[in-house]
């Protein structure tokens, strides 16, 4: 089954303690669909400008991405550029050009209406909901959102979350949108805001995902070697999102904590290179055998006394 990925589709310049990249892609979709194509195909929602090269076009198709619904008009692409402190946790937004992306109406192609899956990746909320309502009968939809969203449109944020069967966001937002302090409460206090199921990432310390009477928690993958941890959110939805579309019919909350270690499995990749490079040329025995690892990193046995 396919997914729908709407959000922003971006040229990136990175800067880390150690290196500094420009004209990368980037953006929250390019991420979140790049992380859903290894399990499910996708049809992408968005825009570029004149700028925007092909080739990005040429890798969607090799990876099964239906890029129907990107727009392509004329001015510059979004631009957006970062630079990471030492620890590559903190981040500083360099600038901001929002180019094409300023007057951006999302339309989907009548190929995509009848989809069952959504992403609503990380732009307004209101874009995210004018996709929805282009969207005939979608079974179950995902959004993600930012901290921007949180302070400056949080009418619109709140009128979407009734929408939203699962909704993804960090634990600073959590806090920001609930006023609460323990993670626990807010993951709560958020569902009582529409969201069936409320997932809160938590950055190299794992994910939270809470439904009605579930709860689960997740580690996040041991790695050594942190290049460019940009995208890594957006890549956590997408491989969540890609793996509920790709695998399952009703979802359920086993399904959900599944969908999460792919997503965690997913975004441990992304953030061990530049951009998205690393999601470009992976393999899925690469994901399974992270995905086993996990398991093995869950399981724990009580000696006997
Ligand atoms: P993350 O590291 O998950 O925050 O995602 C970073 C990506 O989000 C970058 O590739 C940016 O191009 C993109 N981005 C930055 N600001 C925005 C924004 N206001 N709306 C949508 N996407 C954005």
Redesign the pocket.
């Given at each position: 089954m396919s997914l729908l990925v709407v959000?922003?589709i971006?040229l990136?310049t990175v800067k880390t303690p150690v290196e500094e990249h420009g004209d990368l892609l980037?953006?929250?979709a390019s991420?979140a669909a790049s992380a859903a194509s290894y399990f499910s195909p996708v049809q992408l929602v968005g825009v570029v400008g004149s700028d925007f090269p092909q080739a990005e076009f040429d890798f969607w198709k090799s990876r099964k991405i239906d890029s129907a619904g990107v727009q392509r008009v004329e001015g510059k692409t979004?631009r957006?550029s970062g630079e990471y402190a030492w620890d590559l946790n903190t981040r500083e937004t360099r600038s901001?050009a929002l180019n094409v992306f300023e007057n951006f109406q999302p339309e989907l192609p009548k190929s995509y209406r009848q989809t069952d899956f959504a992403l609503l990746a990380?732009?307004a909320p209101a874009l995210q909901s004018h996709v929805l309502k282009q969207m005939e009968k979608p079974r179950f939809v995902v959004a993600d959102t930012?901290d921007?969203w949180i302070e400056t449109t949080r009418a619109e944020l709140d009128a979407l979350l009734p929408h939203v069967d699962l909704l993804i966001l960090n634990d600073s937002e959590a806090r920001e949108m609930t006023k609460e302090t323990s993670l626990i409460k807010a993951g709560r206090g958020i569902r009582k805001m529409g969201p069936r199921y409320v997932a809160i990432k938590k950055g190299e310390h794992g994910a939270l995902l809470f439904g009605e009477n579930e709860f689960f928690s997740c580690g996040a993958y041991p790695l050594e070697d942190i290049h460019d941890?940009?995208?890594?959110?957006?890549t956590f939805a997408g491989g969540m999102a890609g793996y509920l579309a790709g695998n399952v019919k009703k979802v359920t909350f086993t399904d959900l904590r599944k969908a999460m270690i792919y997503g965690s499995v997913l975004a441990s990749f992304c953030v061990e290179a530049f951009s998205l490079e690393r999601l470009r040329n992976l393999t899925m025995d690469e994901i399974n055998e992270r995905y086993e690892t996990f398991k093995l990193m869950s399981q724990f046995e009580v000696p006997e006394t």
């Open positions: 959000g922003s971006a990136d980037g953006g929250s991420y979004f957006w901001v990380n732009i930012m921007l941890p940009t995208g890594a959110g957006d």
